[in-house]
Each structure stands twice: as C-alpha cells, then as structure tokens.
C-alpha cells in the first residue's frame, strides 16, 4: 500500500471517504500497553481510590468491569463497592486493578497514534486524545476502502500497541456511528449506497449531534431511532429546536456536508522516534533528537510559527516519561536554537537507557511578518519536573485534552481527560 498517495489504479473519487478512528478503553489500553498483565482483567483508571482518600473518580473501566456495572464519570467508591481492588483481595475474582490517571504517558501514545494517522491521510481533525476523523478521499477508492481502514487499523495494533475501532463513511457523522458500532476492535464500513439502510436502526441517542438531553425531547414526540428522526417533518423539528432540528434531521438522513478540517491552529509541534530497544548510548539519543528537532523546526518555519518554549520528552524502560522545557524571553523562529536547547536539556539523561526521544515547539504564535529573531534575547530556564501535576508549556500538545460535550462520555464509555 502507497503510504504517500493513492492506491496504484484508483480511479478519481465521487464520495468523500471519511474515516473515525476512536482508541478503545483508551486510558486503560494504555495502561495496559505498560503492563501487559493486565490484559483480560477488569481495570479501572481513576483518582481517589487510595486509603484516606474519598473523593474520586472514574476516568474509564475496560469492558471487564463495565460487566460489573462500574461507568466512566463514576464516584470512586461505588467503583469500589461493585468491585473492590485487587490488591486487597488477591485471591478474589470479582475484584479490579485500579490505576492512576498518567495524563504524561496517555499523551505520549496518543502523539504516536497521531503521527500515524497524519501519515496515512491528508487531513486529520484531532477532536480529542483518543478521537479523530480523516478524509482518505485521495488516497484510496471506496472499492477498497475497508482494505485501507484495516490498514489504519493495523499500523496502530503494531506500531503503538493499542487497539482502535474505524468507522468508514461519506460523512463524519455517519464515520462516528460505524466506529461506534461494533466496539471493541471495530471496524464498519458504510458505503454511500447503503447509509440510509444502516442509520435507519440506531437509536436517536446514537445520532451524531443528539445528546441524552435531546434524546428524551425526542422520545417524547414519538421518535425512537435515527429513522423516525429521518421520517419526520424538519419544518416541525425546526420549530421544536431551531436550526438544530433541521441539521439532525439531516445527520439521520445521512446528510453531513461538514469537511474535516484541523481544528484551529495547533498549540505545538512536535516529533518522536522510538529505538528498536532501549537504548544506553548518549550520542545515539543525541543524533536522534537533533534529526527531529531540525525536522520540528522545519514545520514550524513552513507554517509560520513562532514559538517562546523547547522541550524534549525522553522515555525511559519500562515506558516512564520524562519532559524538560526551556521557556524564552519572546517568540522566536531559530532552528539552530531548538537543536541547542534540545541538546542541553538532554544532558541530564546521559547514562540512562532510553526507548524513545521526542523534541517540541510550544507556545506558538501563527504570522508571517515581523518574525523575531532571538538577538540579544537571554533564555530563561524553565525545567519541569517528572509528574507534575502543574506542568509547564512541555506538555502543550497536539492532540486537545478536553472533548466536546457529546464525546465526555460517549459509547466507549471514556471521560475526558479534562476532566481530571
């Protein structure tokens, strides 16, 4: 498969092909990525599941203790009423594993799963650390187009280790609700010609849009699934909830003219690379970084960007992440300065095995006149410190910490990490 272009022989598109690529029990998959002992037994991520502690939250449960009844958004300690810790009861199967939120760590693989997707599409909208839909219009033909989802699919299984559901579509809306469909490990395909077919069943709180709010505002006037929505007068919708109605009623239809587009200017940019195992040479880690920190200052001099803040991130065995930051006087646009900053910040990891390196521009100003240059500019130090909860510009990334309101808890059952 052409990583770059279209597949050999495609003919020219007649449908957009959008793709929704949602990361399954995201936080705990990660958790699991990490240990893999893990996997198969109910995990639950959250806060205040220590002793003393009362006060918490669920920030997901995998599917293993969903069976339980424990939800994401969920107070901790009904969490630990249907399903006390582990380590409490080792010799008790109806018990979970209970893990801290590491928003440093669901970061770093969310960034590598990104960087994956921007290489297989031309345009990604990032809605949120597990969440994104891509238009693959140009790069593969609908003829194929499972073929390419599988693709996606499979790059993030063996590159990232975490598993992801695909929804295939004309459209976002309807992408969403095929990648909804068949979780966990999904992947449905929802040709132009079969979409009616397929929303027509969903219930109308699966409509893209609806919400349990407006859902019952719906059950209420008769209207049970996506077809009964498609079925009903849009002038009567439009009354009931203004333009809203009108723009539901169409999503039902599989109607979504919205082209996926990135979601506003970026906060950083940002590039990483693994090792084939961790590796113990400093100059291997050093060469490495300077390659990305050039290849980070080469997009950011192609978008116009200037930046105040460089970083570097270094993962340590088992998968610790470390980030250290520098922040500058004014926004400033010198490669030469990020292969520095990146360089000396690195320093203090000499002699330490190292399973991956990344280097960062954050703090971003978008123009194309009056770029500044550093000058007479002092820098001032600004280092982070591992796990801080209060972290600095280091941990601006690409990919949004807080979703919209529909995807804080959606069918995945996953809170927003804005949350925490």
């Not at 490990?185 to 849009?209: K, N, Q, Y």
């Not at 460089?310 to 998968?319: A, D, E, H, L």
């Not at 990334?397 to 959606?410: I, L, N, P, Q």
Request: one cysteine or more; a negative charge.
């Amino acid at each position: 498969m052409a990583e770059g272009g279209r597949l050999p022989g495609a003919p020219e598109p007649t449908e957009r092909i959008v793709l929704h690529v949602d990361m399954d029990c995201f936080y705990a998959s990660c958790e699991r990525k990490r240990d893999p002992s893990l996997r198969g037994e109910p995990l639950i991520v959250g806060m205040g599941y220590e002793s003393g502690e009362t006060i918490g939250a669920v920030a997901t449960a995998s599917y293993e203790a969903r069976e339980y009844g424990v939800e994401s958004a969920q107070a901790i300690s009904t969490a630990l009423e249907r399903l006390p810790r582990r380590s409490e009861r080792p010799d008790d199967p109806d018990t979970a594993h209970y893990r801290p939120v590491d928003l440093d760590y669901y970061e770093s693989v969310s960034a590598d799963v990104k960087e994956i997707l921007h290489d297989l599409a031309d345009t990604v909208r990032e809605v949120s650390i597990d969440e994104a839909y891509l238009d693959v219009t140009e790069r593969t033909d609908w003829a194929v187009a499972e073929g390419f989802a599988r693709h996606v699919k499979q790059r993030i299984e063996r590159e990232v280790g975490v598993p992801a559901s695909v929804g295939v579509a004309p459209n976002m809306s309807t992408a969403k609700i095929a990648s909804d469909y068949d979780k966990p490990d999904g992947l449905v395909v929802v040709a132009p010609a079969d979409v009616a077919e397929f929303l027509a069943p969903i219930d109308v709180a699966d409509v893209h849009g609806v919400g349990p709010v407006r859902a019952r505002e719906l059950r209420e006037l008769g209207i049970e699934t996506a077809g009964d929505l498609a079925a009903a007068d849009p002038y009567d919708l439009a009354a009931r909830f203004g333009e809203r109605g009108r723009e539901l009623h169409d999503r039902a239809r599989g109607r979504d003219e919205r082209p996926v587009e990135p979601r506003g200017d970026p906060k950083s940019f940002s590039r990483e690379s693994a090792f084939d195992g961790a590796t113990d040479s400093a100059e291997r880690v050093l060469e490495q970084a300077l390659t990305l920190a050039d290849a980070v200052a080469e997009r950011a001099r192609r978008r116009d960007a200037l930046y105040r803040t460089i970083g570097v991130k270094v993962v340590t065995p088992p998968y610790d992440v470390h980030t250290r930051a520098r922040s500058l006087p004014g926004p400033v646009d010198e490669p030469d300065l990020v292969r520095e900053v990146a360089a000396d910040l690195l320093a203090e990891f000499d002699g330490e095995s190292v399973r991956k390196v990344g280097v960062r521009v954050s703090k971003l100003s978008f123009t194309a006149n009056d770029q500044s240059k550093l000058g007479g500019f002092a820098a001032e130090t600004d280092d982070s410190t591992d796990g801080d909860a209060g972290r600095d510009a280091s941990t601006d990334g690409d990919v949004e910490r807080t979703a919209s309101s529909d995807h804080r808890r959606g069918r995945d059952g996953q809170a927003s990490l804005g949350d925490f």
